[in-house]
């Protein structure tokens, strides 16, 4: 069992930057690709960025490109989502996931932590 627990959500303004922390107690955090969701008000949760298991490789939606980067501390069992130059459209619940294989199909993460809110004034 692999539990998550996500943190560093809170309220900024447009412009703004936050950085979010995934964390787990999992012995074997480093064999996992890790994900970051989000869920916005009436809306399905939507892929973000995935990392590989070793950090090598990583993938983002369109959207975030340039704005966001994914990392990841496997001596720390730590992944990272720095958020930079957030608009009000990434206001959403922030999820970590995390599986063995990497993707960005949602359904296809087992692990996923408890959410963090980011929100994003005008």
């Known amino acids: 069992q692999v539990q998550l627990v996500e943190s560093g959500g809170g309220l900024v303004q447009a412009g703004g930057s936050l950085r979010l922390a995934c964390t787990t107690s999992a012995r074997t955090f480093s064999e996992y690709a890790m994900g970051w969701f989000r869920q916005a008000p009436g809306k399905e949760r939507e892929f973000v960025a995935a990392i590989n298991w070793n950090g090598v490789n990583t993938i983002y939606t369109n959207s975030v490109k340039g704005r966001f980067t994914i990392s990841r501390d496997n001596a720390r069992k730590t992944g990272y989502l720095q958020m930079n130059s957030l608009k009000p459209e990434d206001t959403a619940v922030y999820y970590c996931?995390?599986?063995?294989?990497?993707?960005?199909?949602?359904?296809?993460?087992?692990?996923w932590g408890q959410g963090t809110q980011v929100t994003v004034s005008s």
């Open positions: 996931a995390a599986d063995r294989r990497y993707g960005t199909i949602t359904t296809s993460y087992v692990y």
